[in-house]
């Protein structure tokens, strides 16, 4: 039936052909083409014409005349997530949720759906304000999601039974939380829209399949039509959906980043499948502040908030050793503290930049920086670098402590104990200022640091003051200034 309704889209320039081609024929790029089921472009023109003549133009509206109205939020309940949220699920809101196989996300949305749950059943029962709903960390003010059905985890990749047997497993017991194992996209849609859940969960997105498309589920293809329809249900219904998404090894291709335009908000696991410490990080976010971090520890009994991080991402060494500098990282409200590892160690004919956790391109920046304005050089050298626990670090305020890691090892000297330093590196030697540096330097003396070296613009007016007690902070301008300054302390 709809089958002849295919054609192939390009995913680089959006040109379409009526077959599959290995190459695209309108932007010559390889291996691009994906199936689709829209309607052909043909087909749009002419009801593009015939609509000009025919349906009657929608009315206009100037800004001042439109209600500003705050969104209806619904508060998980845990509220490590909430806070990663901006404050809780949406109405009618699309969340994709990204990460490793493995990392907890089926986990964190079984007990979220649990909260919700129990709070729509004594809110139904009490009729009064609702029982045990914590004010969300955002501290914003909440108005509810209007009172429609509970709560649907829809499973494709485990049966009911696993997932039952998982909610044991957390301590959910009696939960009532809707399940639904099934895989087929146009049954899922039925069912959302005769069940009109609050909220549903799709765990996940990668085993859903359309029947209107020939490809297999999982690729690009059934990836994003499945989720450009269950985008649509949601917006027209006001049904929150929840997407789990699983990072494929390739990457970009068919995992969560191909959606990310489509949904609402996009927040991705991050950590060490191996370490017990979770973060989950808001990356996009039409109804709240981007980068804002949750932090969880993975249990037996399920994903537990952290409510006081800074210092989980510290390795704990006995002594302090080369190649190890801390530094404060706030992404979104919180400072977190987190070491950097770097070892340089003598490298064949093409050595190697390696980093984890840190952008590669910015390691060669730095190593170049560092061999121009410092005079030292890695050129013969393997250069790795790593921030401890998995987690991501973005901001270039870590290219201080990089680079003083990397001179560490370098010279096989260790920093000084109680040793910090955060700051950006630009291209000319200079040491930047990183964003809300004195909140950075508090949580620093807070957890018992003695040195710091920061950008000379982030030094504290008051250094001797009792927010900085204990902390000696030494201010720098340049990246030679800094490498002095370390070369004397050690
Ligand atoms: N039966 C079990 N007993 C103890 N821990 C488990 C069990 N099943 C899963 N886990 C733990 O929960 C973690 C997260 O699993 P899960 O939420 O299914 O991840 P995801 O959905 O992201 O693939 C696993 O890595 C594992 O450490
Ligand atoms: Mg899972």
Same mark, same amino acid.
Request: charged share 20%; hydrophobic share 40%.
């Given at each position: 039936?709809?089958?002849?309704?295919?054609?192939?889209?390009?995913?680089?320039?959006?040109?379409?052909?009526?077959?599959?081609?290995?190459?695209?024929?309108?932007?010559?790029?390889?291996?691009?083409?994906?199936?689709?089921? &829209?309607?052909?472009?043909? $087909?749009?023109?002419?009801?593009?014409?015939?609509?000009?003549?025919?349906?009657?133009?929608?009315?206009?509206?100037?800004?001042?005349?439109?209600?500003?109205?705050?969104?209806?939020?619904?508060?998980?309940?845990?509220?490590?997530?909430?806070?990663?949220?901006?404050?809780?699920?949406?109405?009618?809101?699309?969340?994709?949720?990204?990460?490793?196989?493995?990392?907890?996300?089926?986990?964190?949305?079984?007990?979220?759906?649990?909260?919700?749950?129990?709070?729509?059943?004594?809110?139904?029962?009490?009729?009064?304000?609702?029982?045990?709903?914590?004010?969300?960390?955002?501290?914003?003010?909440?108005?509810?999601?209007?009172?429609?059905?509970?709560?649907?985890?829809?499973?494709?990749?485990?049966?009911?039974?696993?997932?039952?047997?998982?909610?044991?497993?957390?301590?959910?017991?009696?939960?009532?939380?809707?399940?639904?194992?099934?895989?087929?996209?146009?049954?899922?849609?039925?069912?959302?829209?005769?069940?009109?859940?609050?909220?549903?969960?799709?765990?996940?997105?990668?085993?859903?399949?359309?029947?209107?498309?020939?490809?297999?589920?999982?690729?690009?293809?059934?990836?994003?039509?499945?989720?450009?329809?269950?985008?649509? &249900?949601?917006?027209?219904?006001?049904?929150?959906?929840?997407?789990?998404?699983?990072?494929?090894?390739?990457?970009?291709?068919?995992?969560?980043?191909?959606?990310?335009?489509?949904?609402?908000?996009?927040?991705?696991?991050?950590?060490?499948?191996?370490?017990?410490?979770?973060?989950?990080?808001? =990356?996009?976010?039409?109804?709240? $502040?981007?980068?804002?971090?949750?932090?969880?520890?993975?249990?037996?009994?399920?994903?537990?908030?952290?409510?006081?991080?800074?210092?989980?991402?510290?390795?704990? +060494?006995?002594?302090?050793?080369?190649?190890?500098?801390?530094?404060?990282?706030?992404?979104?409200?919180?400072?977190?503290?987190?070491?950097?590892?770097?070892?340089?160690?003598?490298?064949?004919?093409?050595?190697?930049?390696?980093? =984890?956790?840190? !952008?590669?391109?910015?390691?060669?920046?730095?190593?170049?920086?560092?061999?121009?304005?410092?005079?030292?050089?890695?050129?013969?050298?393997?250069?790795?670098?790593?921030?401890?626990?998995? =987690?991501?670090?973005?901001?270039?305020?870590?290219?201080?402590?990089?680079?003083?890691?990397?001179?560490?090892?370098?010279?096989?000297?260790?920093?000084?104990?109680?040793?910090?330093?955060?700051?950006?590196?630009?291209?000319?030697?200079?040491?930047?200022?990183?964003?809300?540096?004195?909140?950075?330097?508090?949580?620093?003396?807070?957890?018992?640091?003695?040195?710091?070296?920061?950008?000379?613009?982030?030094?504290?007016?008051?250094?001797?003051?009792?927010?900085?007690?204990?902390?000696?902070? +030494?201010?720098?301008?340049?990246? !030679?200034?800094?490498? !002095?300054?370390?070369?004397?302390?050690?």
């Amino acid at each position: 039936m709809a089958k002849d309704k295919i054609h192939y889209v390009c995913t680089e320039c959006g040109g379409t052909s009526p077959k599959w081609l290995g190459k695209c024929p309108h932007c010559a790029a390889w291996n691009t083409l994906v199936e689709s089921a &829209l309607q052909a472009p043909e $087909a749009g023109k002419n009801r593009y014409a015939a609509g000009l003549a025919l349906a009657p133009a929608s009315p206009l509206s100037a800004l001042a005349d439109i209600e500003a109205s705050e969104v209806a939020r619904s508060p998980t309940g845990i509220d490590e997530l909430d806070r990663a949220l901006g404050g809780g699920m949406v109405e009618g809101g699309v969340l994709l949720i990204g990460g490793d196989p493995g990392i907890g996300k089926s986990t964190l949305l079984l007990q979220a759906l649990d909260g919700m749950q129990r709070r729509f059943d004594a809110r139904l029962s009490a009729a009064g304000p609702p029982q045990g709903a914590k004010a969300p960390s955002g501290g914003r003010e909440l108005h509810e999601m209007s009172d429609r059905g509970g709560t649907l985890y829809v499973t494709g990749e485990e049966s009911a039974a696993q997932v039952a047997a998982r909610a044991r497993r957390l301590g959910l017991d009696g939960s009532r939380v809707q399940v639904l194992a099934e895989t087929g996209l146009e049954k899922i849609i039925a069912t959302l829209s005769a069940s009109q859940p609050q909220i549903a969960v799709i765990d996940s997105i990668q085993t859903l399949y359309s029947e209107q498309l020939t490809s297999a589920p999982g690729s690009v293809a059934q990836v994003r039509e499945c989720a450009a329809h269950l985008t649509r &249900l949601a917006k027209s219904s006001g049904i929150a959906i929840v997407l789990v998404g699983h990072v494929t090894k390739e990457g970009a291709l068919a995992g969560p980043r191909v959606l990310e335009h489509m949904v609402d908000t996009v927040l991705y696991f991050e950590g060490d499948t191996h370490s017990a410490f979770r973060l989950v990080r808001a =990356v996009k976010n039409r109804y709240g $502040a981007v980068n804002e971090i949750g932090v969880f520890a993975m249990t037996e009994r399920g994903l537990k908030g952290v409510s006081n991080p800074s210092a989980i991402f510290l390795s704990q +060494h006995s002594a302090p050793a080369p190649g190890s500098c801390v530094m404060v990282t706030l992404e979104g409200t919180r400072p977190l503290l987190v070491e950097i590892q770097a070892l340089v160690d003598s490298g064949g004919p093409s050595p190697r930049r390696l980093s =984890v956790g840190l !952008e590669r391109d910015r390691l060669a920046m730095l190593l170049a920086v560092l061999h121009r304005h410092a005079a030292i050089s890695c050129a013969d050298q393997d250069v790795f670098v790593n921030a401890v626990g998995g =987690v991501q670090i973005s901001e270039p305020a870590a290219d201080l402590a990089v680079l003083l890691a990397i001179y560490s090892s370098l010279r096989g000297k260790a920093l000084p104990k109680g040793f910090v330093a955060f700051g950006e590196v630009g291209l000319a030697g200079e040491v930047r200022p990183a964003p809300r540096g004195q909140e950075r330097l508090k949580e620093a003396a807070k957890l018992g640091f003695g040195v710091a070296v920061v950008p000379q613009a982030n030094a504290p007016k008051n250094p001797g003051g009792k927010d900085f007690e204990g902390l000696t902070i +030494h201010a720098v301008e340049r990246v !030679e200034q800094a490498i !002095e300054l370390v070369r004397g302390l050690t």
